[in-house]
C-alpha cells in the first residue's frame, strides 16, 4: 500500500462513451502525473499537476482531459477514445521539486482500460 | 537515441541467488537521479531504490542495492537472495535536472522498456 489509489480498476468502455478515471494521494504531495503504459512500450508520461496547477501536457490528444481539484484529487476524463488507447494508466505522486530522493515518484495500483 | 536502456528483456534467476539487472543511460546533465521500481502483475508500480548522480555510495535498500558507475552511465540493480516474490517486471527511470517542467515544478521521469524477471523454485 503505497497511499495512491485509484479507481476503477479496470474498465471497459466502447468509443463513443465518456468516463472518468480518479486517483488519490495520502501522502501529503504536492505534485501528481499521469502516465500511460501500452503493451511493449515504455512508461509514458501524460500530465503533470504541482499545486493544482497543470506544468506539464506531454502531446497527449484532447480527447483525454485531466483535471485536478486539489493536491489530493486527480482525474482523467475520456471521451470519444480508440482501441489504440487501451493500455494501463497509472497515476503517481511526489513532494514537490526539491531534488534528490524527496522527488521520489509513488505509484497507484493503475488502471486497466480497454476501449472497443 | 535511447536515455534509458534496459538490454535484458527477460532473465531467469534460481531462488535464493543474486540477480543483476541492467540499466544504462544517457545524460549530457550533470546532475540527475535515478530510480529503479518493480512492477508485479497487479500493475502497481513499487519504488525499489534511487541513486543521486552525486552520492559518493552506491545505493543499498535491504536485498537491493544499486551498483552506480558514472564514467560507463551504468546503474545496474543487484537483488540479493531472490526470492518467488521477486518475480516481476523491473524498470530503471532517470530524472534529469535539467528537465524540469514548467515554473520549475514537478519532476519528469524517463522510463526504460523493463526487465522481465523470473525466479525458479
Known amino acids: 500500500e503505497t497511499g495512491v489509489t485509484q479507481t476503477p480498476r479496470h474498465l471497459v468502455m466502447g468509443m463513443t462513451n465518456k468516463k472518468s478515471l480518479k486517483c488519490e494521494q495520502h501522502?501529503?504531495?504536492?505534485?501528481m502525473y499521469w502516465y500511460k503504459q501500452s503493451a511493449k512500450k515504455p512508461l509514458e508520461l501524460m500530465f503533470v499537476?504541482?499545486?493544482?496547477?497543470?506544468?506539464e501536457n506531454n502531446s497527449v490528444p484532447s480527447r483525454f482531459s485531466p483535471e485536478c481539484p486539489n493536491s489530493s484529487h486527480l482525474f482523467l476524463h475520456l471521451h470519444t477514445l480508440q482501441p489504440e488507447d487501451s493500455a494501463l494508466y497509472l497515476c503517481?505522486?511526489?513532494?514537490?521539486?526539491?531534488?534528490?530522493?524527496?522527488?521520489?515518484?509513488?505509484f497507484g495500483p493503475g488502471t486497466r482500460l480497454t476501449v472497443l | 537515441a535511447q536515455k534509458i536502456t534496459q538490454t535484458q528483456p527477460g532473465m531467469f534467476v534460481q531462488e535464493k541467488e543474486a540477480v543483476t539487472l541492467d540499466c544504462t543511460y544517457d545524460?549530457?546533465?550533470?546532475?540527475?537521479?535515478l530510480f529503479w521500481y518493480k512492477q508485479p502483475s497487479s500493475g502497481e508500480m513499487i519504488f525499489l531504490i534511487y541513486?543521486?548522480?552525486?552520492?559518493?555510495q552506491n545505493a543499498t535498500e535491504g536485498r537491493y542495492s544499486l551498483n552506480f558507475q558514472k564514467a560507463r552511465k551504468s546503474a545496474n540493480l543487484v537483488i540479493s537472495a531472490s526470492q518467488l516474490g521477486d518475480s516481476a517486471m523491473y524498470f530503471c527511470?532517470?530524472?534529469?535536472?535539467?528537465?524540469?517542467?514548467?515554473?520549475?515544478?514537478?519532476?519528469?521521469?524517463?522510463f526504460g522498456g523493463g526487465t522481465r524477471l523470473m525466479v525458479k523454485p
Open positions: 501522502l501529503g504531495h504536492n505534485a
Open positions: 503517481a505522486s511526489s513532494q514537490d521539486r526539491t531534488g534528490g530522493d524527496t522527488d521520489t515518484q509513488y
Open positions: 541513486q543521486g548522480s552525486y552520492d559518493q
Open positions: 527511470a532517470m530524472r534529469e535536472e535539467g528537465r524540469p517542467g514548467k515554473n520549475n515544478a514537478g519532476n519528469m521521469l524517463t
Open positions: 499537476y504541482n499545486f493544482k496547477e497543470q506544468t
Open positions: 545524460t549530457s546533465d550533470p546532475s540527475y537521479g
